[in-house]
């Protein structure tokens, strides 16, 4: 699917962007009995009290014991906004790289990219042992890692950061919306729409596309 004309790449978001109104971890931690504790740490790392490091270890330790095997049937009930498909199509037909940009564990990632057809995903991961999670993280993720991740996607791909869009919707935003041409802020919080070059509300992803045709324009 890809080629040597790429107009550029864009990197969407997951919790809060592409799953409205909670994150893919909270909506997992249902199945597995911490959902209310994950949530009230997720709290705390919008509003700054808490790291990314501290919410991953209390989020992976209540995946202790789950088998990994039963995360893809999960994941088939993941609330998410309308319009992926016809987002992540018209990306392609438009000669930009549709990519997972993400803190989200790397299960959703992998899920969604397999399902709705990203370039690639990003994420922290969680360990196992004998198909099993163990209750840690195996690969720690935050907000820098995103920006770093995407910025090395456009490299491999042979574009500069700024032919590249960001569509997302909260802190783990904004170190790759001050990267890129295009920062799209979606059903955001007030610190992304300060950021963003663009803001959305929308339930449809499809509204951001008349943003996203900039990074097209832009290139002939």
Known sequence: MLSSDHAGAVFFDVDGTLVPRTSSSVFLAGF????????????????GVLDNRRVSELDAAGWAGAAAHQVHGWLDGLPLVSGISETVAWCWSNGLVPVLATLAWSPVGGYL????GFHAFS???????????????ARHFDEYDKRDFALAQARELGLAPLSCGAVGDSRS????????????????????????????DDDDLRGV???LSRLVTATR
């Open 113 to 116: 990219t397999d399902r709705f």
């Open 123 to 137: 994420g922290p991961r969680l360990e196992t042992a004998g198909g099993r999670f163990t209750g840690h993280v």
């Open 32 to 47: 597995l009995g911490h959902r209310d504790e994950l949530a009230e740490a997720e709290a705390g790392y919008a509003s």
């Open 209 to 211: 596309l008349p943003h």
């Open 173 to 200: 935003d904004l170190p790759l919306f001050a990267s890129v041409g295009v920062a799209v802020a979606f059903n955001a919080s007030e610190h992304a729409r300060t950021a963003a070059t663009a803001v959305v």
